[in-house]
């Protein structure tokens, strides 16, 4: 429901400096693509890839992993660039960040991480975020916050 909200928001923006286009499996969005307006902005309207987004949701909607493609014009093809990863377990819900290794043509472990620790009713209650910069290396904390006012998770069903 989220990536709908965020495309109908972004797609329904009149001259903009990005279009969108989208495809989708029953209501979900499983596929998002921007192109860029290299126009002179005089009505000349001329697009070029920019970015590509593939969605994969678990059975109960929720979304599981959203998958970033940059556009090669060398090679006239998308090209993996990261994923980012969703859990819930327990209250707490998990956003991993990894960056696509071209040369061994997986995904890292992530170097980002955030936790979200939840109320019973779905609004959040603290959030730490790690980072570490190299996929070997331990996760370092950066910031450990309480949450005062209701925050309501965006990627939960």
């Known amino acids: 429901e989220t990536v709908n909200n965020v495309y109908e928001e972004v797609s329904n923006k009149a001259n903009g400096k990005f279009y969108y286009n989208a495809e989708r499996t029953g209501n979900n969005i499983t596929a998002m693509y921007v192109y860029q307006n290299t126009g002179n902005g005089k009505g000349n309207v001329s697009l ?11 059975a109960d909607g929720t979304l599981k992993a959203r998958v970033t493609y940059c556009w090669n014009a060398s090679n006239n093809k998308w090209e993996r660039a990261a994923r980012h990863a969703y859990t819930l377990d327990n209250n707490t819900y998990f956003a991993e960040y990894s960056r696509y290794n071209h040369k061994d043509e997986i995904f890292d472990q992530p170097i980002d ?10 609004s959040v209650n603290h959030v730490i975020t790690y980072h570490r910069d ?9 910031s450990d916050t309480a949450v005062n006012e209701p925050f309501y998770l965006f990627a939960r069903k």
């Open 48 to 58: 070029k890839p920019h970015r590509k987004y593939e969605y994969d949701y678990a």
């Open 113 to 122: 991480k955030m936790v979200y620790k939840l109320h019973a009713k779905d």
């Open 134 to 142: 190299d996929p070997s290396d331990p996760f370092r904390k950066i």
